[in-house]
């Protein structure tokens, strides 16, 4: 018959148990002992026994300083591309050409160099509001034609 015994050391705090495999039911052990872990004293089980440290050595890097700036810029690239195609190209393109001037003084404030991005938001922005303007003038001037022909033909009469 096989056995396992329990025996704590004679210290209360001592937090390793031993573990006496006797070979017979009597207790008489031969010899071997198997050490276990215990939690520490008034520690209960699933509880970190070790303190943990209340600060790193390592801490992440800061972000730097045109981070807010290339997430603005990203932000009103979205916009005004989103504007294309849905068809509010009038007010996000000249807000996006607005935006694009503004942030590249905020660059040029940090003395960052310029990304791609505000290039193309400019571009964007610059196309989309001349496009904007000449199809308002075609508009304007179809309404003109409009109007100048019905009053021709009302006049023939």
Do not use: H
């Not at 039911?25 to 276990?36: D, E, F, K, L, W």
């Not at 504007?83 to 009038?90: A, E, I, L």
């Amino acid at each position: 018959m096989l056995a396992l015994f329990r025996t704590l050391g004679a210290e209360p705090f001592r937090a390793m148990e031993r573990w006496t495999l006797a070979l017979d039911g009597r207790g008489t052990s031969c010899g071997c002992t198997i050490a276990a872990m215990t939690p520490p004293p008034n520690q209960p089980w699933g509880q970190n026994p070790f303190p943990q440290p209340t600060s790193t050595a390592w801490a992440p890097p800061p972000p730097p300083p045109t981070a807010a700036l290339d997430n603005e810029l990203q932000t009103w690239l979205v916009v005004t591309c989103i504007g294309w195609f849905v068809g509010f190209m009038w007010i996000t393109g000249p807000l996006g050409w607005w935006k694009a001037n503004d942030l590249r003084g905020k660059y040029a404030a940090l003395g960052a160099p310029e990304p791609s991005n505000l290039n193309a938001l400019r571009l964007i922005g610059i196309i989309t509001t001349v496009m904007c303007i000449a199809g308002f003038v075609v508009a304007c001037m179809g309404f003109v034609a409009f109007g100048l022909f019905a009053v021709g033909s009302a006049g023939a009469r």
